[in-house]
């Protein structure tokens, strides 16, 4: 069954520090995984998608990177702003295409 | 384009009572799923539909909750006799169907059962 950790569960930093969220999963075996932002009392919005073919994407100040192997996705945040403050979850997607989540990542860029 | 639409935003029921939960999804998407976030339990996969059928309803709690889909459009989640951890938001994703595509959710429906 699969597994999505997300580490740290919560990051509070200052505005323009760049910054790392991991995400790690005990299946390699996943189609592609999927990057969110969630504001307190909204739904998801999708920040980045890897297939399980590619390496990295990019969109912006976002790099998303994948390690099938190693079962880990990182998600870089250059020069953050508090308008960054969210929570960020990662979801790898299994068979039958359903999303398996992690935790989530609770961020606080102060000004 | 409108993006994926759930209604009501918010349900206030009490316990015993059945709900109706609604999802539109993005025009085209043939793929919708239910997911629903709680408190302790984060964010689960309840249900997967591709057009108007079902093969994946391993996340369904219990038989209390139901989900259909017409028109390989509009899906209503149904929970009869509520229970107080129901209580959680509801969310709905759409996708177009093929199988690395992405997934795109909608506002959610928050459910209080009282």
């Known amino acids: 069954k699969q597994e999505v950790t997300q580490i740290p569960a919560a990051l509070s930093v200052p505005e323009g520090e760049n910054l790392v969220l991991n995400c790690s999963f005990t299946?390699?075996?996943?189609?592609?995984l999927q990057w969110f932002r969630q504001d307190p009392g909204k739904g998801l919005t999708s920040l980045l998608l890897?297939?399980?073919?590619?390496r990295e994407q990019t969109s912006g100040r976002l790099n998303a990177s994948l390690d099938k192997s190693s079962g880990r996705s990182t998600l870089y945040i250059a020069a953050s702003q508090p308008g960054d403050s969210a929570t960020y979850l990662c979801?790898?997607?299994?068979?039958?295409?359903?999303?398996?989540f992690g935790t989530g990542t609770r961020l606080l860029v102060s000004p | 384009g409108a993006g994926v639409s759930q209604s009501p935003s918010n349900k206030v029921t009490e316990k015993g009572k059945d709900v109706e939960l609604r999802c539109d999804p993005i025009?085209?998407?043939?793929?919708l799923y239910w997911y629903r976030q709680s408190l302790g339990q984060g964010l689960e996969f309840l249900i997967y539909?591709?057009?108007?059928?079902?093969?994946?309803k391993s996340g369904l709690p219990s038989d209390r909750f139901s989900a259909e889909r017409t028109g390989g459009s509009v899906s209503t989640l149904t929970i009869q006799r509520t229970q107080q951890e129901d209580s959680a938001v509801y969310l709905c994703?759409?996708?177009?169907?093929?199988?690395?595509?992405?997934?795109?959710f909608g506002p959610g429906t928050r459910l209080t059962v009282t």
């Open positions: 979801a790898a997607k299994t068979g039958f295409q359903k999303l398996v």
């Open positions: 890897i297939q399980s073919s590619q």
């Open positions: 539909f591709q057009g108007n059928s079902a093969p994946d």
């Open positions: 025009s085209g998407h043939t793929a």
């Open positions: 994703a759409s996708s177009a169907g093929q199988m690395l595509g992405e997934q795109y």
């Open positions: 299946d390699s075996a996943i189609y592609n």
